[in-house]
């Protein structure tokens, strides 16, 4: 069965630092586009950050560019994201994503929330002014 956690929200202050994790079980073989969107209540699920297991750039929204660090650690089947210079706006409840894919798709359509066939129930990040 397949299964994406996340893990390490929590509260922190404006200009804080917070690091995300998701780890993944049961997947088959192959390379995947993996993604984290958020989203804040009221408001639309959003992508943030995403990057191609089988190599390639990392891939960022506008607004956490130069903040955010994506990343992923093969031997503990885990994603990371890295967040830095946190916002009160970057409060959102924050999921992991994967899509078996190509890099070209990944590439070309990594912020379409509905290629994703596998979500976490995401980890929530408040950050206070």
């Known amino acids: 069965q397949v299964q994406l956690v996340e893990s390490g929200g929590g509260s922190v202050q404006a200009g804080g630092s917070l690091r995300l994790s998701c780890t993944g079980s049961?997947?088959?073989?192959?390379?995947?586009?993996m993604g984290w969107f958020r989203q804040a209540p009221g408001k639309e699920r959003e992508p943030v950050a995403a990057l191609y297991t089988g190599g390639g750039s990392a891939l960022y929204a506008d607004s956490v560019k130069g903040r955010f660090t994506i990343s992923r650690d093969n031997a503990k089947n885990t994603l990371y994201l890295q967040m830095d210079s946190l916002k009160p706006e970057d409060t959102a409840l924050y999921s992991c994503a994967a899509d078996r894919t190509s890099l070209f798709v990944c590439l070309s359509l990594w912020t379409v929330a509905v290629r994703y066939n596998h979500w976490g129930r995401g980890t929530q990040v408040t950050v206070s002014s």
């Open positions: 049961g997947f088959p073989d192959g390379s995947y586009c």
